[in-house]
């Protein structure tokens, strides 16, 4: 019998993984504990500075590496140019996760026709277009016993009906989360594993105005009493990634603390 001992069903040293958004909020939390824990991890973000800067700070931290490659993945053309940098470096990427993102709040009869359509390209379309570039280097890094691994960053906001008027962002992440559904039945037999994270409320640029504002009333609603930590999101993913989460695809996984599933007074 194979090892039964955390450390190693939950091992990801030396596997490749690119973060897309790496370079803050959610996409960061989970680039530090993949190298943390020994991976070799490519971020991705519009921003060259700050996407080189994380690097090096997370290279400093070890023991795995950070390197940067920045890119606008709202552009087709920036997709394919990020796919073939990654190809001249790797020959194979044990893990993808597409966390890059994007949204946008508006009144119904206001909620500007450009938005909505910036919104479901990167957070939808351009999931797919990076995932199917990817799956040459996908493939290489899969086998039966190490399925390679695509993690999806929706959103509880695709599973609930939010308060706020995120017409576009709830859409797209409904939509990832069966898109993730899809994608796995149809890579399964490729050995490569897709399934999809909702996370709840974490500390983000994009959730730091909502937190601002609403904070205390957002932990109430909470059972568990908290936002979300760093060390929540990165250990799913981990999950996912190795062993332990081998036999796991399709499946989407709030990491909400309860929120969803919260009793109504």
């Not at 790496?22 to 190298?35: C, K, Q, W």
């Not at 938005?115 to 797919?128: C, I, S, T, W, Y």
């Not at 974490?202 to 979300?228: C, H, N, Q, W, Y």
């Amino acid at each position: 019998m194979s090892s039964m001992h955390a450390s190693s069903l939950f091992d990801v040293k030396d596997k490749v993984v690119l973060v897309t958004g790496g370079s803050r909020g959610i996409g960061l939390m989970i680039a530090h504990g993949f190298v943390v824990n020994g991976a070799k991890v490519y971020i991705s973000s519009r921003s060259a500075s700050v996407c080189d800067k994380v690097a090096d700070e997370l290279s400093k931290l070890g023991p795995g590496q950070c390197i940067s490659l920045p890119a606008d993945l709202q552009s087709m053309e920036e997709v394919n140019r990020l796919v073939a940098e990654l190809t001249k470096r790797e020959s194979k990427i044990h893990v993808l996760v597409n966390n890059a993102g994007a949204t946008w709040g508006a009144p119904l009869e206001t909620y500007p026709d450009a938005a909505f359509e910036k919104v479901m390209n990167l957070n939808l379309k351009r999931v797919f277009s990076l995932t199917q570039a990817m799956l040459p280097l996908l493939d290489a890094a899969a086998s039966e016993k190490n399925p390679a691994s695509i993690i999806n960053i929706g959103s509880v906001d695709g599973i609930h009906v939010p308060t706020l008027e995120t017409y576009a962002y709830s859409a797209s992440k409904a939509a990832l989360h069966q898109m993730t559904r899809v994608l796995a039945g149809h890579l399964g037999h490729r050995q490569i594993t897709c399934n999809a994270i909702a996370p709840g409320p974490f500390e983000s640029k994009m959730m730091a105005a909502t937190l601002r504002d609403f904070g205390d009333m957002i932990v109430g609603s909470i059972p568990l009493g908290r936002i979300g930590m760093p060390e929540d999101i990165a250990a799913t993913c981990i999950y996912l990634a190795s062993r332990a989460g081998a036999y796991t695809t399709g499946a989407v996984i709030p990491v909400d603390g309860g929120s969803l599933v919260r009793a109504k007074a």
